[in-house]
């Protein structure tokens, strides 16, 4: 076992060969030759079988390190059907869990005609819980049928499952059905089942971050309970990403009553219950990697109701180093796995003045415009996908643009269909200089924006007071978009405009809420949070009026104002919907989305406190919504 306090020190030892020796340890996982087959091998039960090399084990003999055991079967068995040779076969098998023995199901992802099996599975076993980690379709390719009914209820055999609601989150959805037998003599009281849906695991490989996918297992836990029933888990074979997901819920219990993991051998373990979990090397690695991301920032969340003693213990100071509770939580954001991001397309010379600092998009979350051919760069703008807790790609997360950029904001507003622009600076500010002045020329020597350096040319600047607003009355046109001011209206704190957008091209007309904050300092916080709710409460009204597209969200570099602007909106759109709060997970979500969002301690204090004003001024949420 690897203690938790040596684990990132083990994973940067054995990252630092090319993962050379992840691969040796992984190759070393063997699977015994001592199983059987022969339930999966029968003519009736090759057709329920998705991949013909992923069947159930029969029968193992086993010493688990962390589960008393031998002689077992793993081989879950269903009723066999009268008359219906193989009808007690699905391919499925028992999994242990720490120190709970068959705590899972591991299965694949039901095929048509095993539907009837799979809740019949569900109902004989007494599960309540499912666990689903692939799409529908990836790449292209059916992945796993949709076994479950979506608006009114469907008979699966016997059984009648019928939908009860669904939640649907940027990372995952909800699902509850209820489940009973359908015309029995013999009554049995309906149950409930909750489909848990993980949606955000890549078509190819694994996550590029844990953050998401350690919130969902989280969410799990604390919703399971012990004696509920094996928690059946599927992707679509039923061992790689199956397999990926019991080992980390098991190495989390270990790490919390052992400090310490043993993922080499909790893996081995696993192999003996069903063959090729944890399927790659990939996998075996970012189990590793997410399970050091979870030793170091710990759980985070708490209920809404806790939140007045949780500020209350961040603001108090650590004895050792006099620093403030949150001021440590702020630092641990950055947990050192920024290198697997590229920056390819903002560094390519033809992009690399379209960059105001260098507060650069990631490859992986960037917002692509349509190109012009055989223009190199047209399909580059410094921006950002970011999504909130409801849905994915909620927010726009951009640079004030640049002279040069004008035209690609708007294009992109429209390209995007985004009908809400938040602008968090003052037009004076959008970028600081020092002058080099000569006769007839004038020389921009250097920018600098709290935590950049980058020279650049005049060309490249909107010089103080310059706005890509055109004046009240007044229209402009960029590209193909002719930009209108229709209406301005003062608020305390910030101004809300409307605006025409038409594209001289089609004549198509939209219409566009810009709200600017003008209060917000470039080199600090607003003084009344509350202002900035009372902003987010319109914005909300002008997002139901307009179709609830991506918001557009930009301060001077994308990142500082306006993560925080995008962490706070976050928040509480979680207050409202589930009464928790996270916000380190919040924000370290935000990072993997695009750098340093939320940059200062003063910032993440901030988004804090505009959640406590919330929580204290709307606390049944009426007003908000």
Known sequence: PIPVNKLAEYCQIHHSTGNKSFKEEFMCIRTPGNFSWDHS?????????RYQNIVACKLFRLTNPCVNSVDDHT???ISELDGIPGSDYINANFIDGYNHRNKFIATQG???NTFDDFWRMVWEHGCSCIVMVTNIVERGKLKCQKYWPSANPEEYGRLVVTPLEEEELSHYVIRKFCIEIANSDVESPAREIVQYHYTAWPDHGVPTHATSLLAFIR???NSVSRDAGPIVVHCSAGVGRTGTYIVLDAMLDQMSKEGAVDIFGFVSHTRLQRNMMVQTEAQYIFIHDALMEAAKCGNTEFKVQDLHDRIKALQSRDPDSGETYIAKEFKNLDIGDSDVETFDSASMPENKSKNRFLVLPYDRTRVKLWPYPGVLGSDYINASFIDSYQQREAFLATQAPLETTI?????MLWEYESY???MLNKDSENIKVRLKQTPGKTEIIIVQQRFFFLLIS???????GQSYLPDKGEFVVYGLLMVEVESEE?????IKRQLKISNTKSSEVRNVFHFQYEDWPEDGVPQDGKLVIDMLKHIARAQQQTGNGPITVHCSDGSGRTGTFCAISIALERVKLDATIDMFQTVRNLRTQRPIMVQTPEQYKFCYEVVRHFVEAFSDYANFK
């Open 41 to 49: 091998l029968k003519e009736e039960n090759k057709p329920k079988n």
């Open 490 to 494: 003062r608020q305390e704190g910030y």
């Open 219 to 221: 969410r799990i836990r």
């Open 110 to 112: 039901p095929v048509s």
């Open 458 to 464: 005049p060309k490249h600047v909107l010089y103080q």
């Open 75 to 77: 081989r879950v068995a």
């Open 407 to 411: 035209n690609d904001f708007w294009r």
């Open 420 to 422: 809400t622009v938040v």
